[in-house]
């Protein structure tokens, strides 16, 4: 499925979520339900189980990773500087959950800014 050939009017909207077999975990829908995982998230790690639960991320119980309730992405090691719902659409542009909460001119413009960062190494250049 390629997203860029849908628009977020609402019966694309509903066509995505009704051909897709999501939510991977449907008792974590709420974000009250994702939010309660993370009482055993350990304080100092530099994530906030807000801002995970909000997009879409329950805690594992393991270190810091994280899945999302709706596509199953699994994410870990996570940096200050990761914002959640940015690094969920990086990952998983196709989850039908990020899609509806940020809508696809969101997820186009983090997927075109981590092709524009993405390092490429050039292996014919010689070195000086």
Known sequence: ???????????????????????VHSDF?????????????????????YSLSEA????????????????????QKWTKDDIPFVEHAKWNPKCIFVLLCKGNEFIENVKNEYVKSAHVCDCNQSKS
């Open 29 to 49: 829908t709420t974000f009250l339900s994702r939010l309660k995982t993370y009482n055993s998230f350990p304080p100092t790690l530099c994530q906030n189980k």
């Open 1 to 23: 499925m390629n997203l860029q050939k849908f628009s977020n009017d609402f019966p694309s909207l509903v066509y995505l979520v009704r051909n897709n077999s999501y939510p």
């Open 56 to 75: 879409g991320f329950k805690y594992s119980g393991t270190a810091d990773i994280v899945e999302c309730f709706c596509c199953g992405l699994v994410l």
